[in-house]
């Protein structure tokens, strides 16, 4: 047998509070934020649930850092360029980065106790619009109305049984074909006429969504300075 210090140690790389938040992201990216408990976590650290509070208090502070762990997966808005490319950026970022982590979209303006990188993102956010010659109030409104439309978006995207490709298309037909002729007219002619052309995918819908948002913030922020 190979004693070598080289080996002693590398199959259970040593605890502490980051491994404990990074393999909790993990799992819960794995089985769902509902799924989720501390003996499972303690299953996949391979040490006893009471370990794991040695290094993070409680369950609600393990939330709290998976949270702000995400937070910090998201691309800030940048100071430095365009208020609204940098939303831009930074709501396309959110995107992805919610997509990769589903569970995490409901709790991430729910945490009472943020972490850093939360409260950097936050503090990035108002800055942006701050710079971009928003009002304190403007700033309150663009940031509402764009957190919710991610946020949402991103519930929504997540919880649809298809957005696009053949399985959008095997949906769809599947719930057209079985109605009678004429009583959803508009649902059918919606289906027909867009659903089912190639191309079709509803995730494109986000940028229209973004951009209207943006817009309309862009002109409500020129009436408010005027």
Known sequence: MDNSPSLIGKSRPPLNAARVLSVAVALADRIGI????IRKLANELRVKPMTIYHHVANKEAIIDGMVDIVFGEIESPASDVDWRAATQRSARSARAVLAAHPWATPLMV?????GPETLRHIDAMIGCFRGGG?????????????DAYIYGFA????NLPATGGEEMADLA??????????????????TVDYV??????????FEFGLDLILDGLESA??????
């Open 221 to 226: 922020a020129q009436r408010t300075a005027s």
């Open 155 to 158: 519930l929504q995207e997540a």
């Open 34 to 37: 509902e799924a989720f408990t």
């Open 134 to 146: 928003f009002s304190v109030a403007m700033t309150a409104h663009a940031a509402a109305l764009t």
């Open 196 to 205: 089912l052309q190639p191309g079709y995918d509803f995730g494109n819908e």
């Open 110 to 114: 729910s945490r009472t106790s943020p």
């Open 173 to 190: 037909e599947d719930i057209i074909e079985p109605l009678p002729a004429g009583v959803y007219p508009n649902l059918t002619e919606f």
